[in-house]
């Protein structure tokens, strides 16, 4: 008979492997689904729910599964490796988000509305600003060398823990994004709570990897 503990890991490890793959189907179909929706190009307004999908909820989310144990696309290359794509992903993330958040200024300029008026917006910008400051922080990681005083191990835990909650920002702003007038009068209910689905088991999925990779750990190899 196979062991307790042997069984329960093996059962632990096909379930983090299913939300794995779950989790990549989900943050591309959300990201296709918003795409479709909003037709980027039919006005400057439609680039911004495009762009902020795009940037997180499918470059963000692959950026960081690609250091996932389980169900990372590049799973066989080196960590070095790994990092440089992170970076770049997160990168593109970045630069959508700006330009998201971009498109949806211009376009209250156009029809003279307030700027950061609710929740969704304000929340919305918090991200976009916490996604830049992010990926500049990660260059920290690529050229450690160069910072005294911390060891490499600290910086990959702080830069989890801050990415963690940048994630969850990103997250929480497409939910909100989904309440608004726009979006709940262009989709049925069934498809809301589908589509409502996909950010929040990406979030618990990136949730329970950083926390159980690095900030779960008392201590780090360089």
Known sequence: MVPAKEWESTFYGYVRLACGVLVHVACTVFTVCIAVLARPGASV???HPFLMSLAFSFFMTEAVLLFSPDCSLVGKLPHKTKGCYHWILQTLAAICAVLGLSAIFYNKQ????????????LLGLVAVCYAV????????????????????AKLKR??????????LLGSSSLLLGM?????T????????YF???CPILSSLVIM???TNSYIGKKQFQP
């Open 45 to 47: 307004f439609s680039w």
């Open 110 to 121: 156009l029809n003279s509305k307030s700027h950061f008026s609710t929740w969704h917006g």
């Open 133 to 152: 400051i992010q990926s500049v922080g990660g260059i920290s990681l690529m050229y450690h060398k160069l910072i005294k005083g911390l060891p490499l």
């Open 158 to 167: 702080y830069h989890a823990a801050s990415g963690l909650v940048l994630y």
């Open 179 to 183: 309440c608004s007038l726009w979006f």
């Open 185 to 192: 009068a262009s989709v049925r209910s069934s498809v809301w």
């Open 195 to 197: 589509l409502a689905f």
């Open 208 to 210: 329970s990897q950083v």
